[in-house]
Structure formats: C-alpha cells, structure tokens
C-alpha cells in the first residue's frame, strides 16, 4: 500500500495527500496481477514525528479497487464478496511505537 500521510508543523491530524493509492498485488497459476484504488479514507492522528499514534482509520469501497481488465475486476468482488462486505475498513485500537535503532554491524 502506497498512501502518503500530509501534516502541517506543529498540528496532528494527517490526511490523504492527491494522488495516493492503494495497490493490492498477487499471483494465480496463470499470471501475476495488481489492482489499484485511488478513493478511499485514510485519516491519522499523531504527535509530531509520530512518537505517538493516537488514532489510525482506513476505509476502501471494494469496487474502488480497478485492474487494467473489467473481468478482473469481477472476478475480484466476487472473491472479496463485494455485494455483502462492500468497503474494506481498518481502525487502530492500539499501537506501540519502537525508536528505530541503527545497527553497528557490518556485512
């Protein structure tokens, strides 16, 4: 997933900027795929230089979700069930936040 979060110094809610997507890939025994989304909610609310996330949600309509062939697209809702799950959501209830460590090893 390629979704670039925008917030403006010294204020904590981040929103989608234009042009982020959503890609889901996979493969089948005849060929690779990939279906892209470019309308969906994702909204995140975190200090400044994110040392706390304090909510995260995530919300994608199915059929959003488009391949480069229509009967892909319909061969995907009906694997996802689009008609009885129709979005594709996601809310953060709790997270922990680990500093990143660089590591002195050397290969």
Known sequence: M?????SVQGQTPYK???GSLVQVTGTSNLH???ILASTFTCEGNFTI???EINSLYFSLPVT?????DRLMD??????LKANEYNKITFKLINATIYP???SNKTS
């Open 2 to 6: 390629s979704i670039t979060l925008l």
């Open 16 to 18: 989608l900027v234009t």
């Open 32 to 34: 690779d795929w990939d």
């Open 49 to 51: 230089k994110v040392q």
């Open 64 to 68: 959003h979700l488009k391949s480069k």
């Open 74 to 79: 319909t061969r995907s809702y009906k694997v």
């Open 100 to 102: 990143f460590k660089k």
